[in-house]
């Protein structure tokens, strides 16, 4: 229930819906006015109306995709209608834009009757370069699809068919290879008949296989020649002459089983009846025809890869879809011929066996990512995607005649690794990490309703373990209210702890020389974020994330007071990542050292050059003032010009310069023109500004004005992993700060001795 609450808040919050159209050209002034409408308009019309090509040069119709659907089989909700079903194909776009780069409209069309959707899909033509199909009910997907292919002269896909098919192609040769089967030998159970059964059963033929090595089952049993009943010519393309009647005897010495049905129809003695070395696709999602676990234990010699992504070898659309219209509209195709679905089977299949970039086994926690029974395909977040497929299949339309235009596929490779720049999806590399090993992540706002939505949605995704701070009841009232089950999260009262007489005395020992009391140390110990900040410091919990209820002084100071900094550092900084469409953007520090000296902002710029190699990019440090390289003499720009000298002298291998102004640090042109000289040529992506002030001013005004998304306030400096939240944090703000506490508690699991908890000088704010 926790989750629809989430659900509708995210569509409904801010501008309804997840989708918007901006314009990619300036219209600021008169002239621009001029250009983009009337009387210049007229110019590209006429190009246009001269060469009908020419709309790809001067139009967006080359990078621009329809999404059509009359919501007659919407995911698993069934036939729900066009208006029901619009969210889902806002989301599809959304998918699109995010890995591929590609703009959307969904267009959802109030109609059953399959001519008038082929009739109305026709007349689109002019506005988009492709045509996706979506949740169109079988067998009229068919039909509508074959139809739109033979009349349109742009590429027309079917993705609840033709994405499935190739994405479980390639795992499909991918897993026989491991097994040392023959895909033209094997027996193949193909369970479900709708539309990505028999998409994967057509594209099976493509690929080699014969029509006797197929048995289709649906609803009804095993589909043959000769049934009467729920039968359509699409089945009967496919119906076998094979004796078995249903899906357990089908299965028996049956080489692979693929599943696009439903869950829980396969049992672990039905998958004990086949051939040795079974290759298992139980693809409905989000329940499995047999859950993963279960399929291993009863053989342990199957391949097994299903359609979530908390398990090995996931089948996710995502892999085909955007890439595949990327090549396709980058070529401007006429159409997605099988040719180019087969380059897409083959491109994914083969970027499996390559070895697998560091950025994305640290998503997986570090695990050894190679080619074998627990990897038969590439990961959804694996960037090598659109440079494999998306240069397969535009290389494919160019052999098989269907591109109308030609490239270098090389050059194009290069323009690929460019579209999406630096901001690809920083965040996901840290939460695949933390799903690796959960740890405990302590909330001592525990009665907060975004808190209590956050940890709940931290349990499903499998993040960290929530321990939530305060009074029991207080805390399973506000879950009912707030329609959150507190399942899987722990929750700790300060007053009824076993550990309070001891975190009391402990408080008093380190805050003795303060003015603590232990009288007074017995009334601060019952304050959550204290309690909290001794569960961290005692290893009682692994980190800790605290902050949208209160001003952010007020949150930190405890921490800064009873958890421990790292030995090598002396100051705690606050760090935020914004991200913007093709840059991202590291600044420090924004939330704690109010006036550093040269020795702390030297120290500030290490830590958040620290904190971008945590997120796997390469720290290149622009020291921030309002002079150019000595261009003022004053006390401010020697405070920075001697910050950046220290940091040359510890940190050896670190690219930074300064002093500069922001501008320089970040206008490649400004750079290259003005201070050739500089190690940066306007491409910093690590921003430190002289003091608190600036920091601040700076990250809010690019969040709010600027369009940028923000991951922080990052702390760091610390010898615990603590996070804190302001207070307009949203809950996806919370999840992100929660994996990446979880993210530095695994790389910091170590014990902790007595002889570490020695106190350290603490920041001015902390006193």
């Known amino acids: 229930m926790g989750l629809k609450t989430d659900a509708l808040e995210y569509h409904a919050e801010g501008r309804p819906g997840k989708i918007e159209v901006t314009s990619t050209k300036p219209c600021l002034s008169q002239r621009d006015l001029s250009l983009a409408y009337t009387p210049g308009v007229a110019e590209p019309c006429r190009e246009i109306a001269r060469d009908p090509a020419e709309v790809f040069k001067y139009t967006a119709k080359g990078n621009l995709v329809a999404v059509?659907?009359?919501?007659?089989?919407?995911?698993?909700?069934g036939n729900i209608g066009p208006l029901a079903g619009k969210p889902v194909m806002e989301g599809k776009g959304v998918l699109f834009k995010r890995f591929a780069d590609i703009d959307v409209f969904d267009l959802e069309v109030d109609t059953t009757d399959s001519e008038l959707l082929i009739q109305t899909v026709k007349l689109l033509e002019p506005t988009f370069g492709g045509i996706n199909l979506e949740d169109i009910a079988a067998p009229a997907c068919f039909h509508v699809e074959e139809q739109l292919i033979k009349t349109m002269?742009?590429?027309?896909?079917?993705?609840?068919?033709?994405?499935?098919?190739?994405?479980?192609?390639?795992?499909?040769?991918?897993?026989?290879?491991?097994?040392?089967?023959?895909?033209?030998?094997?027996?193949?159970?193909?369970?479900?008949?709708?539309?990505?059964?028999?998409?994967?059963?057509?594209?099976?033929?493509?690929?080699?296989?014969r029509t006797e090595q197929i048995v289709l089952c649906d609803t009804t049993g095993v589909v043959y020649k000769g049934r009467d009943r729920?039968?359509?010519?699409?089945?009967?393309?496919?119906?076998?002459?094979?004796?078995?009647?249903?899906?357990?005897?089908?299965?028996?010495g049956a080489d692979v089983f693929i599943g696009v049905s439903g869950p829980n129809l396969v049992s672990p003695e039905m998958l004990r009846g086949m051939a040795p070395s079974p290759i298992v696709l139980a693809m409905a999602n989000p329940d499995p025809e047999i859950t993963y676990p279960e399929a291993r234990k009863a053989r342990p010699d199957a391949i097994v890869a299903t359609g979530r992504s908390d398990f090995p070898n996931q089948v996710n659309n995502v892999l085909g879809f955007p890439f595949i219209f990327r090549g396709a509209l980058d070529v401007?195709?006429?159409?997605?011929?099988?040719?180019?679905?087969?380059?897409?089977?083959?491109?994914?299949?083969?970027?499996?066996?390559?070895?697998?970039?560091d950025s994305v086994a640290k998503a997986y926690g570090d695990v050894h990512l190679r080619f074998?029974?627990?990897?038969?395909?590439?990961?959804?977040?694996?960037?090598?995607?659109?440079?494999?497929?998306?240069?397969?299949?535009?290389?494919?339309?160019?052999?098989?005649?269907?591109?109308?235009?030609?490239?270098?596929?090389?050059?194009?490779?290069?323009?690929?690794?460019?579209?999406?720049?630096?901001?690809?999806?920083?965040?996901?590399?840290?939460?695949?990490?933390?799903?690796?090993?959960?740890?405990?992540?302590?909330?001592?706002?525990?009665?907060?309703?975004?808190?209590?939505?956050?940890?709940?949605?931290?349990?499903?995704?499998?993040?960290?373990?929530?321990?939530l701070l305060g009074n029991e009841v207080a805390i399973r009232a506000a879950a009912a209210a707030s329609d959150v089950t507190l399942d899987g999260i722990t929750v700790v009262d300060p007053a009824r702890s076993d550990d309070l007489e001891r975190y009391t005395r402990e408080l008093c020992v380190l805050r003795q020389r303060k003015g603590v009391t232990l009288a007074l140390a017995r009334r601060l110990v019952l304050d959550p974020n204290t309690f909290g900040a001794?569960?961290?410091?005692?290893?009682?919990?692994?980190?800790?994330?605290?902050?949208?209820?209160?001003?952010?002084?007020?949150?930190?100071?405890?921490?800064?007071?009873?958890?421990?900094?790292?030995?090598?550092?002396?100051?705690?900084?606050?760090?935020?990542?914004?991200?913007?469409?093709?840059?991202?953007?590291?600044?420090?520090?924004?939330?704690?050292?109010?006036?550093?000296?040269?020795?702390?902002?030297?120290?500030?710029?290490?830590?958040?050059?620290?904190?971008?190699?945590?997120?796997n990019m390469e720290p290149r440090v622009a020291m921030l003032s309002f002079s150019n390289f000595g261009s003022v003499n004053h006390r401010l720009v020697k405070l920075v010009q001697d910050a950046t000298r220290i940091v040359r002298q510890r940190a050896p291998g670190l690219i930074v310069d300064g002093e500069m102004q922001a501008d320089t640090a970040?206008?490649?042109?400004?750079?290259?023109?003005?201070?050739?000289?500089?190690?940066?040529?306007?491409?910093?992506?690590?921003?430190?500004?002289?003091?608190?002030?600036?920091?601040?001013?700076?990250?809010?005004?690019?969040?709010?004005?600027?369009g940028a998304e923000v991951v922080g306030p990052i702390l760091v400096g610390l010898d615990r992993p603590v996070h804190i939240l302001h207070q307009s944090s949203e809950v996806n703000d919370i999840l992100?700060?929660?994996?990446?506490?979880?993210?530095?508690?695994?790389?910091?699991?170590?014990?902790?001795?007595?002889?570490?908890?020695?106190?350290?000088?603490?920041p001015a704010l902390a006193r």
């Open 372 to 467: 074998g029974p627990d990897y038969i395909i590439p990961k959804p977040f694996d960037r090598r995607v659109l440079l494999w497929e998306a240069s397969a299949v535009a290389e494919t339309a160019i052999k098989t005649g269907v591109a109308r235009r030609s490239i270098d596929i090389g050059e194009y490779r290069e323009e690929l690794e460019s579209r999406l720049g630096p901001a690809r999806e920083t965040m996901r590399v840290i939460v695949h990490k933390a799903r690796t090993d959960p740890k405990a992540i302590v909330f001592p706002e525990g009665t907060h309703p975004k808190i209590l939505r956050a940890s709940a949605e931290i349990v499903q995704e499998r993040i960290a373990r929530p321990v």
């Open 230 to 252: 729920n039968m359509n010519p699409y089945k009967e393309e496919f119906a076998t002459t094979a004796k078995c009647r249903t899906l357990t005897d089908a299965l028996k």
């Open 153 to 209: 002269n742009i590429p027309v896909f079917h993705d609840d068919q033709h994405g499935t098919a190739i994405i479980s192609s390639a795992a499909l040769l991918n897993g026989l290879e491991l097994v040392h089967k023959e895909l033209r030998e094997v027996s193949i159970v193909l369970c479900g008949a709708g539309a990505a059964g028999i998409a994967c059963a057509r594209l099976l033929k493509s690929l080699g296989v």
């Open 68 to 77: 059509v659907s009359n919501g007659t089989a919407v995911l698993g909700l």
């Open 534 to 615: 001794l569960m961290v410091r005692n290893g009682d919990a692994d980190g800790l994330v605290s902050g949208v209820s209160q001003h952010y002084p007020d949150t930190v100071r405890p921490m800064l007071q009873i958890v421990q900094r790292r030995p090598d550092v002396k100051h705690a900084v606050g760090v935020f990542l914004l991200t913007f469409k093709h840059r991202c953007f590291f600044l420090g520090d924004a939330t704690v050292n109010v006036e550093p000296d040269a020795e702390c902002l030297a120290e500030i710029a290490m830590l958040t050059a620290e904190t971008a190699r945590r997120f």
């Open 666 to 706: 970040v206008v490649p042109d400004l750079a290259r023109t003005h201070f050739p000289f500089s190690a940066l040529q306007g491409d910093a992506n690590v921003l430190v500004f002289p003091d608190l002030t600036s920091s601040n001013i700076a990250y809010k005004l690019l969040y709010r004005l600027g």
């Open 332 to 357: 401007q195709a006429r159409a997605i011929n099988t040719e180019m679905k087969l380059a897409a089977v083959r491109a994914l299949a083969e970027l499996a066996k390559q070895s697998v970039p």
């Open 736 to 762: 992100n700060l929660t994996a990446l506490a979880v993210a530095e508690a695994q790389d910091r699991s170590r014990p902790r001795r007595a002889a570490d908890r020695e106190r350290e000088p603490v």
